[in-house]
Nanobody, 123 residues
Framework: QVQLVESGGGLVQAGGSLRLSCAAS????????MGWFRQASGKEREFVAA????????FYADSVKGRFTISRDNAKNTVYLQMNSLKPEDTAEYYC????????????????WGKGTLVTVSS
């Protein structure tokens, strides 16, 4: 099993920045792929970003490209999401996820999920 704990959410004004962190524990060998998803109130969960084990490949949703950056520190078993130029439409619960394989929809390959951290962007 892998446990994922997110942190770093909060309230920020539009145009501001936040950095989310997700610490993994347990069988961290099963975290070859890690990612971030988000779910706004009344909407379905959507993909935000993913990263492979080496960190050399990153993938982003079109809505966050150029504004968000995913990275990981394997020595700390932690993945980060640096969010810049935040918009009110970025307001959502952000979930960390981890899995062994990268799938086309990013979602299917994730085996483990955190409980989420809330990001609220005010206009």
């Amino acid at each position: 099993q892998v446990q994922l704990v997110e942190s770093g959410g909060g309230l920020v004004q539009a145009g501001g920045s936040l950095r989310l962190s997700c610490a993994a524990s347990g069988r961290t060998g099963n975290t070859a792929v890690m990612g971030w998803f988000r779910q706004a109130s009344g909407k379905e969960r959507e993909f935000v970003a993913a990263i492979d084990w080496s960190g050399s490949r990153q993938f982003y949703a079109d809505s966050v490209k150029g504004r968000f950056t995913i990275s990981r520190d394997n020595a700390k078993n932690t993945v980060y999401l640096q969010m810049n130029s935040l918009k009110p439409e970025d307001t959502a619960e952000y979930y960390c996820a981890a899995g062994r394989v990268l799938t086309a929809d990013y979602y299917t390959g994730m085996d483990y999920w955190g409980k989420g951290t809330l990001v609220t962007v005010s206009s």
